[in-house]
């Protein structure tokens, strides 16, 4: 049974960094003295040239500027690699776990070193300067991490973009970003199948508006044959064979970009999201030392992709910055059975796991086959990611994977934020299954109403940031327009995270999930938007309204409904169709999980899409439509509510 408080375990307490006491004053001066406090956790990373200005924000309406650290020099690939060298050159940085259990290694820092400095000579010999894009569409090997490293290491900019994007996608990105080089590799391994990197680089690259790429720099990964353009292509072992093991890292401003990361909104393409050097760096890894509880002789395990901000922060830069040994695993928890997470908690000794609520409940539905044959005794800290956990996720998590005695960290974060913003802290934080709890240090929550108007209590309201945080996304990449418009314009003064939240009577906060049009698909993040643009993209498609609905164990569902053109019918084979389209046209994780053709749409008399009413169709709540008296044909929604495919 879920209980509604779990007290901090006293063996917890007994050695973590964080206690109660240290959370309650440390979070106190975060807020009253910002100043002081990241003067003195900035000193965390290694300076080239030590910061002398600490925090330098505006979030007032036309002059949003956020700047850290800003007169310090530092380079991210040293902190993150060689200041652990003097002391720590032979422990294990990372451990390899592939995607076939059979295959795994590990790598020292001083390998990592190796490794990365010479991709950065490679990177610099095909012409990539200092603030230049490199895209990277990687699998998740070790190989993404240096190619990530090798950037922050001479001051490119890296535009990391998932392996699971479809060729389209990644055009878009290059396009945005003008990347001058593409970092790629012949196939990605993913659950027994593979991925044709290369092919859809390929296919991206021939798009006619993709002219800013220069080379392609491939790795080989399974050996596979794939198309190779002497003009363009590159093999990563050949530009690197004879290059030097050493390459001097770059000194790079505190506010020069460390790189742009594309994330859906509720409109128009992808952002670039973008962030800098210093302050991202801060951020991630103090809140990754202190929200994990991090020691020295930790096993750490990050199961997210590189493509995602978690990866970013909490994979290459965070533990690394740390000088932590984690574990990098190329595959998925279901394969090859459903018991693979535990099996490589207990293969490499893994004390401290950090995953998604979508995982947790596709193997909650698979019995007792995740934990039975195996121990986890190692673990001591759990956290979670992407989404809201409900109660019997964090509970069925905490009992079967946990044995009851690891705290789950329950983060709630965005691409936009760098890092954790609301979250247990292992040695301080008593537990209530389903909340954030508490900020972390620096970050000052409040709800908000639809006017602005901030709420006091216990309340439901839309959450929203009160000033900035060293972690904070600067800007939309080439878009300062759009970063003010998106984030500081709904609340003049404040940022805006898009999230809806609860604060209970002990101050804890609950997220409710997105309270705009962007959804949250398995931990993903897809903007209706976006969807709907693919879909009408297609021929038979005249007109197309996307919305969520709840799905166990996706949390959201994507429900579709499209009308299609004049004189075309829709039959299986058409839906069929449209499904794959989307796949292709977008990625597999925007697949619709329900198409709906229908004749019409809900429309108010002005032509807008009622979505609310949409909403209420798809998640099978239609006896609450609420007012639909504004309509143009309200008979539409009788028929939608008859042929609804939720049920
Ligand atoms: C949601 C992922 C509830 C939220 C790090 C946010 C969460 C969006 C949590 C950002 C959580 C993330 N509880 N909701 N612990 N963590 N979210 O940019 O809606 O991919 O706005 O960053 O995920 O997704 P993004």
Not at 343 to 353: A, C, G, Y
């Amino acid at each position: 049974m879920t209980k509604n408080l779990y007290p901090v375990p006293q063996a917890v307490k007994d050695r973590a960094l964080i206690s109660n006491e240290d959370y309650l004053a440390m979070y106190q001066e975060s807020v009253a003295n910002p100043d002081s406090f990241w003067a003195e956790h900035g000193k965390r990373l290694d300076w080239i040239k030590p910061f002398t200005q600490v925090k330098n924000t505006c979030f007032e309406p036309n002059k949003v500027s956020i700047k850290w650290f800003e007169d310090g020099l530092l380079n991210a690939s040293y902190n993150c690699i060689d200041r652990h060298l003097k002391d720590n050159a032979n422990k294990t940085a990372l451990i390899f776990e592939g995607d076939s259990p059979e295959v795994s290694y590990s790598v020292t820092y001083q390998q990592v070193h190796d490794n990365v400095a010479k991709i950065a000579n490679g990177l610099k010999k095909l012409g990539v300067e200092k603030g230049d894009r490199v895209a990277v569409y990687m699998p998740m090997t070790l190989d993404a991490i240096y190619a990530m490293q090798a950037c922050a290491r001479i001051g490119a900019v890296h535009s990391v973009i998932f392996g699971g994007f479809s060729p389209n996608a990644i055009a878009d990105r290059i396009v945005d970003s003008q990347a001058k080089v593409i970092i790629t590799a012949d196939e990605a391994r993913r659950g027994g199948r593979t991925v044709p990197l290369k092919a859809n680089v390929d296919e991206a690259l021939a798009r006619k508006d993709v002219t800013s790429i220069t080379h392609c720099l491939v790795f080989k990964n399974t050996q596979a044959d794939v198309d190779f353009d002497p003009a363009i292509d590159v093999w990563a072992h050949e530009l690197t064979a004879d290059l030097p093991a050493v390459c001097e890292p770059e000194a790079m401003n505190a506010e020069d970009p460390l790189f742009i990361l594309y994330t859906s909104g509720s409109t128009g393409k992808p952002k670039g999201v973008m962030h800098t050097t210093g302050g991202y760096l801060t951020y991630a890894s103090m809140t990754q030392e202190f929200i994990f509880d991090i020691h020295p002789d930790d096993i750490y395990w990050c199961a997210a992709d590189v493509g995602w901000i978690t990866g970013h922060s909490y994979i290459v830069y965070g533990p690394m910055a740390n000088g932590c040994t984690q574990v990098i695993f190329e595959g998925v928890p279901t394969y090859p059975s459903s018991s693979r997470i535990g099996d490589v908690v207990d293969k490499h000794q893994v004390t401290v796991l950090y995953t998604a609520p979508t995982a947790i409940r596709a193997l909650m539905a698979k019995g007792d086959e995740p934990y039975a044959t195996n121990k986890r005794d190692t673990l001591r800290v759990m956290g979670s990611v992407g989404e809201p956990i409900n109660p019997e996720a964090w509970n069925w998590y905490y009992e079967n994977i946990g044995n009851s005695q690891c705290p789950i960290v329950d983060t709630w974060w965005q691409t936009e934020t760098g890092g954790i913003m609301i979250t247990p802290l292992p040695g301080a934080t008593d537990l209530k299954p389903g909340s954030a709890t508490r900020p972390f240090f620096g970050v000052q929550p409040a709800l908000a109403d639809a006017d602005g108007n901030l709420l006091e209590g216990a309340i439901d309201g839309n959450l929203v940031i009160l000033d900035s945080w060293p972690g904070q996304a600067r800007t939309i990449y080439g878009d300062h327009e759009r970063f003010e418009q998106t984030y500081f314009s709904t609340y003049a003064n404040r940022y805006f995270t898009g999230d809806g939240a609860r604060r209970d009577e002990d101050g804890y906060f609950w997220i409710t999930g997105r309270v705009d049009d962007v959804l949250n698909v398995s931990g993903h993040r897809l903007g209706t938007a976006e969807i709907e643009s693919a879909l009408v993209a297609h021929e038979s498609i005249a007109e197309a309204a996307v919305v969520g609905y709840p799905h166990d164990i996706k949390g959201q569902g994507i429900y579709v409904y499209v009308t299609p053109v004049e004189g075309i019918e829709a039959d299986e084979e058409l839906t069929k169709a449209v499904r794959n389209w989307v796949r292709k046209e977008l990625s597999p994780i925007a697949t619709p999980d329900l198409i709906h053709w229908t004749t019409g749409l809900p429309k108010t008399r002005s032509g807008k899409i009622m979505r609310r009413i949409l909403r209420k169709i798809a998640a099978n709540e239609h006896q609450a439509l609420g007012d639909t008296s504004t309509l143009a044909d309200p008979s539409v929604v009788d028929d939608l509510i008859e042929n609804r495919l939720n049920r």
